[in-house]
C-alpha cells in the first residue's frame, strides 16, 4: 500500500532563501507525482506534474525533482517571497489514476 | 476557459440529513474524481468516473455515499443519512485522459 510523507510538516524562513520541500513514497510503482499548494480556506492549485519518465519540471522560481528509485520528490523555491506562504502537498498517481496524498507542509515565508 | 466548480462551498446540517454536493469538471474532460480530507488527516480518494462509468470506487467509505454522473457532464455527491465523521472539504478533479488533475475549490460540509 502506498504511502506518501512529507517533511518537514512546517517550515518557516525569512524573505529571500532558497528552500526546499521533501516529499518520500513507499512504492516506486507510481505513474506521475503532483505538487499542489493549498492557501487557507482555498481549494488546491497544481504547481507541478512530473511523469514517471520524468527527472524534473520547472516552473518559474519552482523546480521539482523525481527519484522513483529511491522514492523521494523535492520541491526547490527559490529567492522566496511572502506570497509563497501556503500548505504545499504532494501527490503520487498511482496505475488506477488515484492520488494519495501527504499530509502537507505548511510553509510560513516572513517578511 | 472555466474551471472546476462546486456547490455549494459550504454546507451546514444536522446529524441524519442528506446533502448532495455538485461538481461541473472542466468542458471535455472524461474523468472526474472525487476526494475529500476530513479534520487533521490527508486527502483521501474517494472515487473516479471515466465519463458517465464508475472506473474506480475503492475509496467510498460506505452505502451513504453514492455518486453519479448522469450524461458524463456533471457529477453529484450524496450523503445520506449524513453522520458527524463526514465532516470534510470534498474536492472533486477532473483531467484529460489520464494526466493533470484539475481541482475545484472544495465544499466545506459540517455535520452537527
Known amino acids: 500500500k502506498q504511502e506518501v510523507t512529507q517533511i518537514p510538516a512546517a517550515l518557516s524562513v525569512p524573505e529571500g532563501e532558497n528552500l526546499v520541500l521533501n516529499c518520500s513514497f513507499t512504492?516506486?510503482?507510481?505513474?506521475?507525482l503532483q505538487w499542489f499548494r493549498q492557501d487557507p480556506g482555498k481549494g488546491l492549485t497544481s504547481l507541478l506534474l512530473?511523469?514517471?519518465s520524468q527527472r524534473e519540471q520547472t516552473s518559474g522560481r519552482l523546480n521539482a525533482s523525481l527519484d522513483k528509485s529511491s522514492g523521494r520528490s523535492t520541491l526547490y523555491i527559490a529567492a522566496s517571497q511572502p506570497g509563497d506562504s501556503a500548505t504545499y502537498l504532494c501527490?503520487?498517481?498511482?496505475?488506477?489514476?488515484?492520488?494519495?496524498w501527504g499530509a502537507g507542509t505548511k510553509l510560513i515565508i516572513k517578511p | 476557459e472555466a474551471g472546476v466548480t462546486q456547490f455549494p462551498s459550504h454546507s451546514v446540517i444536522e446529524k441524519g440529513q442528506t446533502v448532495t454536493l455538485r461538481c461541473d469538471p472542466i468542458s471535455g474532460h472524461d474523468n472526474l474524481y472525487w476526494y475529500r480530507r476530513v479534520m487533521g488527516k490527508e486527502i483521501k480518494f474517494l472515487l473516479h468516473f471515466v465519463k458517465e462509468s464508475k472506473q474506480d470506487e475503492s475509496g467510498m467509505p460506505n452505502n451513504r455515499f453514492l455518486a453519479e454522473r448522469t450524461g458524463g457532464t456533471y457529477s453529484t455527491l450524496k450523503v445520506q443519512p449524513a453522520e458527524l465523521e463526514d465532516s470534510g472539504v470534498y474536492f472533486c478533479?477532473?483531467?484529460?485522459?489520464?494526466?493533470?488533475?484539475?481541482f475545484g475549490p472544495g465544499t466545506r460540509l459540517t455535520v452537527l
Open positions: 512504492d516506486s510503482a507510481i505513474y506521475n
Open positions: 478533479a477532473s483531467s484529460q485522459e489520464f494526466s493533470k488533475q484539475y
Open positions: 512530473i511523469q514517471s
Open positions: 501527490a503520487v498517481g498511482d496505475s488506477n489514476y488515484q492520488l494519495i
